[in-house]
């Protein structure tokens, strides 16, 4: 891990070198149900932030996700604390942040730096526990991020996922898939553009029998991408089935844009009468 010292040497120099990223795309493949390129990883900055809770991982994640980040053309700062949200002259150099903190404690620095950074354009990404479940105590952080675990009945279980979005490039061509792992109940932002659900069964809480939940969904904090989906307790859990670490790298490319593209305009909120 990087001392105090040479990180913030380092985010001088960031500083003063004035560093410009520029847009790149992914020339990918026509699909038959959408042709809308996901963007392309290559130059862009990106801060992996692991720790918290070690039950989801967040070694092996970070283990497992920095190389192929790097190998598709990103260049990746890692730390195993969140003192980098404090530095804005390093956090306006970041495109993307990818945390994996489960039930942590943020300071305030900590999260007024990140949600200004967030605000003005650095998109955010981040899948089950490690971003929606990472600081309880913090609404701002949850208004930004657009949910946060309450409940997973029944801990591991089986349980599928249905592509609800059809058209959208992080979903397109990807059909319903089963998991075992937990199946989380959350409170989601009703602005949320919802990109898969799963439905609960009732077997552990019968209350909730029917209970229709986003998996993965999309939205916008000031000019930032919001990325997030429940899919992932366990590393194993995502990477044995295609489909959802499909999503997760397929929302990781998405959010990495919000500098470089425009606001997707998709707000319908749930409950509109």
């Known amino acids: 891990m990087k001392s105090r ?128 479940d990472a600081f309880r105590q913090n609404v701002a952080y949850q208004f930004m991020t657009g949910g946060q675990w309450v409940a997973h009945p029944g801990g591991v279980v089986d349980y599928s996922v249905q592509v609800t979005d059809k058209t959208d490039a992080i979903t397109s061509d990807l059909g319903d898939f089963k998991m075992k792992s937990e199946q989380y109940y959350m409170h989601v932002d009703p602005n949320v553009k919802v990109l898969a659900t799963t439905t609960f069964n009732g077997d552990h809480d019968d209350w909730i029998n029917g209970c229709v939940m986003p998996v993965a969904g999309k939205k916008m904090f000031g000019k930032g991408r919001i990325f997030y989906t429940s899919l992932g307790h366990n590393l194993s859990h995502v990477t044995e089935v295609p489909e959802a670490i499909s999503i997760i790298k397929r929302g990781i490319h998405w959010a990495s844009a919000s500098k470089y593209e425009p606001a997707e305009d998709w707000i319908s909120p749930a409950y509109k009468s």
């Open 5 to 132: 010292r040479s990180f913030l040497s380092k985010s001088i120099l960031l500083a003063a070198g004035g560093l410009v990223l520029k847009p790149n795309r992914l020339v990918s493949q026509p699909s038959l149900k959408t042709a809308t390129p996901l963007p392309s990883l290559k130059g862009k900055k990106v801060l992996f932030i692991h720790g918290g809770w070690p039950g989801h991982e967040p070694v092996k994640f970070k283990d497992y996700m920095v190389p192929w980040l790097e190998e598709s053309g990103a260049t990746v700062e890692i730390f195993d604390n969140l003192e980098p949200y404090t530095y804005p002259e390093f956090m306006d150099t970041i495109d993307l942040v990818i945390q994996i903190h489960t039930m942590s404690k943020i300071t305030k620095m900590e999260e007024s730096g990140l949600l200004r950074a967030v605000k003005q354009g650095t998109g955010m990404a981040g899948w089950h526990g490690g971003m929606c």
